[in-house]
């Protein structure tokens, strides 16, 4: 089977994390990129799995160098995919990259091939309620989010499917469905051609 480069996207607390570490746990034809980012890590985060967390000195140099498939700047922090980190990756897997929509768009540029996931709430209602229960973030940083959230969605017709993390089983079930039915059908194409 043909390995995809796949951008999970969606605003922070629509489920994400959840569903692509349920996603990893059960599919050993998927593993998932790590980004560097240089805020600091939230409480029972760990270094190189949930981010490899970097100083901006680091990541500045790491920019000059051509380090990043695309990065950007999220609440006064930045964030970005490591090119060799993925493209090793992708020799053996196909690779989750949970990452914006800006970022999403940029990797597509560099890599036509990515599959671009958009993740949608049932309501904006309901993803605040997500986020306040998360409890990672203060009032500040929760409005932030939710504000970059509006954002985020309006850019779904960009994207190649939108799913919508209603009922999580549900969700998930969708989700497998187009990245079995994606590598199928690039194995296919790959085969024709
Ligand atoms: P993200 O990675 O997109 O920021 P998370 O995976 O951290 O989001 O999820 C945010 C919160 O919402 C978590 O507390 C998580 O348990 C919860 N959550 C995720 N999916 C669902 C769902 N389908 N229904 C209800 N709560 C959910
Ligand atoms: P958080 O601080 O909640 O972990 O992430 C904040 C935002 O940064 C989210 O929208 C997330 O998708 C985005 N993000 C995480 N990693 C990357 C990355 O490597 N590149 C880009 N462009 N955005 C990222």
């Known amino acids: ?16 994390g959840t569903l692509v570490s ?90 036509p091939e990515t599959l671009l996931i958009m993740i949608a709430p049932p309501s904006l209602e309901e993803l605040k309620s997500r986020l306040a229960g998360r409890g990672s973030e203060g009032d500040e940083a929760l409005a932030l989010r939710l504000r970059r959230a509006r954002y985020e969605l309006e850019q779904s017709p960009l994207y190649d499917y939108v799913v919508v993390n209603d009922d999580l089983e549900r969700a998930l079930e969708e989700l497998r469905g187009i990245i079995r039915r994606e590598c199928e059908r690039s194995s296919e194409q790959e085969a024709e051609s």
């Open 22 to 111: 349920r996603l990893l746990e059960e599919d050993d034809t998927l593993t998932k990129s790590v980004s560097c980012t240089t805020r600091r890590p939230r409480e029972g985060e760990e270094n190189g799995k949930n981010y490899f967390f970097i100083t901006e000195r680091e990541f500045r140099s790491r920019i000059e160098e051509n380090d990043f498939l695309e990065y950007d700047e999220h609440f006064g922090s930045f964030y970005g995919t490591p090119r060799s980190f993925v493209e090793r990756l992708l020799k053996e897997k196909s690779v989750i990259m949970e990452i914006d929509v800006v970022g999403g768009l940029n990797a597509k540029r560099l890599l």
């Open 1 to 16: 089977m043909k390995h995809l480069p796949i951008v999970i996207s969606g605003p922070s607390g629509v489920g994400k």
